[in-house]
């Protein structure tokens, strides 16, 4: 399916989901014109190196400048997701310590050379955490929890007129939840940039994109596109007399938002003023996207903090929440290795090229090990670090218990309401948005685990089921 509006995209709906392709590719020679006029260099080399859902990645080498990166992005939300990016980075360099590549020069527009929108960054050194967590120590791994706590509460900060640390000093100016697409003082986000906001026909349904006044006006357009969405496939369904179980799960994902819709208001207020404080918030901050490399004391450090296409300003309870990578199940007692299935370990169980100069050296090593032992492991190791960012994030951001139980029921519906728009656990949400309604305040995350186990009548012999999926 073409977008005649975004020239070069191409929406692939052949699977589950709709994905961006390439309707032509990037051509190398001129990214180098691009890239020497750019970088004053006449000896540029210019070679692919990886792709990612939204953009490419190109290793740019010169003899006098050294070594930079070219992301050549699809026009999924032209200009705005180019801008935003570059706004973020050149934010965040500015008034933090959180290492991010510097900007060369960009081009928001398809009008030059490349034919596409791109940004021309320093390359940074390291590489993910991701390939050195098994053989780091947990001291090593809780100086990095750290390391991130002091990131998220210098994000905290900005915007807010101060660089102190000190919560007395600290004003929360920055305000309304979107995207930053031009440097002011104060800060001011605008329309928000986010793949459930451009993807496919998204892109041109009429809503309201940002920027948000409250969390009620932000997640009230998330549950509109999906209603939009899942209500238009229906009618195709029924029309075309389609498969019986595209009908089913069309009418269910349908009811389910229409359910969290009417929930909406009960959680969140439909009227604030003055807009409601934001915050700067890296949502897919894993394991990948932290860049480490050794000190001069053979020290683990962070290098850099990758991946900032589609960050936005959102409200404080979003950022209450773990980063990605403390996300997992809860496991208290590290696990046994002599109790886990010896395996042969062939090598490799890790992907390739995601940054410079990995080889086959740097695949995951599984010891011999089966990986139901690896994972276990992780999940005990996530369970402690959680307990060392929130004591730091307590020392750093005082009252930071009571926001993160008052944004517990919150961070669950949004939760819910993400998983709806995937079609992911739909009878389970659904479990869990009666539960709500009927009072009874139950994690999101247990229930889409196990589900809601109901008595039965005695008279059935059954004492209770668990829910399906």
Known sequence: MRDASRDGLVWDSSGLDVEPRWAREPNIAAIERVCRRHLNADDCAVFFHTAGAFNKLYLVDTSSRGRFMMRVSLPVDPHNKTRGEVQTLQLVQRQTDIPVPKVVAFDDTSDNDIGFEWILMQLMPGRPVYYRWRRMTMQQKELLVSRVVDFQAQLYR???????SSRSSHRETLRTIGTLHQQSNPLQPGQIVH??????????????????????????????????????????CRSAEEDEDDREYAEGVLRVARKLLRLLHKIFPAMVHPAEPTVLWHDDLSLMNIMVDDDDRGN???????????????????????????R?????????RN?????????????????????????LDNEGKTELYWIHLMEYEQT??????????RRLRPGWDMEVSEGALKV??????????AGFYIRRIEQWV??????????????????????KPATAGVTGVSGGM
């Open 339 to 363: 109790c886990y299935t010896d395996v042969s370990d062939k090598g490799s169980d890790g992907g390739g090229g995601e940054y410079i100069g990995q080889g086959l050296e740097d695949s």
């Open 300 to 326: 683990v450090k962070v290098t850099a903090v990758i991946d900032w296409e589609c960050v936005s300003t959102m409200p404080l309870w979003v950022a209450s929440q773990m980063p990605e990578f403390l």
């Open 158 to 164: 900005l915007g807010s007129g101060s660089s102190s």
């Open 328 to 336: 997992g199940a809860v496991r208290e007692t590290r696990p046994d």
């Open 384 to 393: 402690q670090l959680r307990k060392v960012y929130s004591a730091r994030m």
């Open 195 to 236: 793949p459930i906001f451009f993807s496919g026909a998204h892109y041109h349904y009429t809503i309201s994109r940002g920027p948000f006044r409250s969390s009620h006006d932000w997640l009230r357009a998330y549950l509109t596109i999906i209603i939009k969405e899942h209500t238009t496939a229906l009618a195709e």
């Open 412 to 421: 669950d519906f949004l939760g819910a309401v993400s998983r709806c728009g």
């Open 434 to 455: 009666d539960a709500i309604e009927r009072k009874e305040f139950l994690g999101l995350m247990e229930v889409l685990r196990v589900g809601i186990r109901k008595e």
